[in-house]
Nanobody, 124 residues
């Protein structure tokens, strides 16, 4: 079993930056690929970014390419999501998720464990 806890959300102005942190734990946690999803009010949960268990490969949703960066520290058991050039459309609850799938998966249903999320609000 894997436990995930997100932090780093908050209020930021359009054009600003924010760094989200996911701290995970569990005896086999480092075997899991990790991803960030987000869910805006009234909308479905959507994929943001994915990183392999060893941190060597990443994959992004189109809207995240060039603005967001996912990274992983296997020693600290953390996954970061560095977000820049934020817009009001990025306002959402951001979730960290873990999967044992060895390929990149963007469907939320393929992820086995989830954190509770952290709110990101982009507003002037």
């Amino acid at each position: 079993q894997v436990q995930l806890v997100e932090s780093g959300g908050g209020l930021v102005q359009p054009g600003g930056s924010l760094r989200l942190l996911c701290t995970f734990s569990g005896p086999t946690a480092n075997s899991y690929a990790m991803a960030w999803f987000r869910q805006a009010s009234g909308k479905e949960r959507e994929f943001v970014a994915h990183i392999t268990y060893n941190g060597r490969e990443t994959y992004y949703a189109d809207f995240a390419k060039g603005r967001f960066a996912i990274s992983r520290d296997t020693a600290k058991n953390t996954v970061d999501l560095q977000m820049s050039r934020l817009t009001v459309e990025d306002t959402a609850v951001y979730f960290c998720a873990a999967t044992l799938h060895s390929i990149v998966v963007v469907e939320a249903k393929r992820y086995d464990y989830w954190g509770r999320g952290t709110q990101v609000t982009v507003s002037s």
